[in-house]
């Protein structure tokens, strides 16, 4: 196997869909179906299941999907120590984020980064929220990506993603407008947590309130819809993790309603705390700050 391929399953577990995973990583959509093609076949295992609402792990997928994303971890930690021993930070930039940043906020970003300074080495690493903050702490990274910064943090606000629960059609919920944590206390639950400690549980512990039938824990949002649709329970999922980024209408297994009161989690760039912005990092900072101006 390569890295494309491995770079090809990570995308479309994130995404759902072999367009939105191929335009992640910057090859055309044939070059990954085959390179998905080719995966299967060398390791003469079904790793995709393609329905008509999207593409989903099989099984032995999801537990691929954990060894891959660890191999990308330790790929790109390697670059990040050689571009440290030849000296080269004055020209490279190491950049943090979790998954679903990556997925959404990041490529225009990273895109737009690359066409004004193509001499700049940008290396990016995916990890968790709480990792990505523990980095920062140890100047492993340049920048980083983090969840509901606290105002000391000075953060760069990149966005933010409202919170919504997701119903199969035919729950008595899925007909409301809106819905209450309270309402979702008690409903078997497919517990999604996007490699964050923000997420369902923590969210309705923070309101006093306790999940107390979680039927199925994953990690994936794209999984946890999948399983919605497929009767396992109720899921909170952000709403930047939906198909078309919307509310899901018409044939669709599932559907997303808005919470009341709203709740909503926020994306924020924060520098080094052990080198705070060094040349390349202030390049990428001014450029985030004037694209969301």
Known sequence: MNITQIRSLIAIAETGSFTAAAHRIGITQSAMSQAIAGLEENLAVKLLVRQPDGVFLTAF????????????????????EAAIEAGRQAV????????????????RLIARFRVLYPDINLTLLESDDSEIENLLAAGHVDLGVVLNPAPEDNALLLGQDEWMAIFPRSHYLARRKNVSLADLAGQPFVLATGGCQIHAQSLLADAGLTLSDIRIRVRDWSSA????????GIALVPESALPGH???????????VRLDPGLYRQFGLRASLADKKLHAARLFWEMAERRIA
């Not at 950049?95 to 490529?107: G, W």
């Not at 819809?225 to 396992?232: D, H, K, T």
């Not at 919307?246 to 997303?256: I, L, P, S």
């Open 225 to 232: 819809i999948a399983l919605v649709g497929a009767g396992e």
């Open 246 to 256: 919307d509310r899901m209408t018409g044939k669709k297994a599932v559907a997303a």
């Open 61 to 80: 997928g999801e537990r691929a999907l954990e060894h891959a994303r660890r191999a990308m971890k330790h790929l790109n930690a390697i670059q990040t």
């Open 92 to 107: 490279s930039l190491r950049l943090a984020a979790f998954a679903s940043v990556y997925a959404t906020i990041l490529p």
